[in-house]
């Protein structure tokens, strides 16, 4: 899933890692060779 804007929040499913965009560059968040899941 592609990072859209700042403030978004990411999980990894594999490890628990959880990511707060700060600045949005685009782009595709990934963790444990696996995409991150877009937490709403």
């Known amino acids: 899933m592609a990072v859209e804007k ?3 929040h990411y999980r ?3 490890c628990g890692n959880e990511v ?3 600045v949005a560059g685009g ?3 990934v963790c444990c060779g696996e ?3 877009l937490l709403t």
């Open 20 to 22: 707060t965009v700060t």
């Open 27 to 29: 782009g595709t968040l």
């Open 35 to 37: 995409d991150m899941e």
């Open 6 to 8: 700042a403030g978004e």
């Open 12 to 14: 990894c499913n594999v």
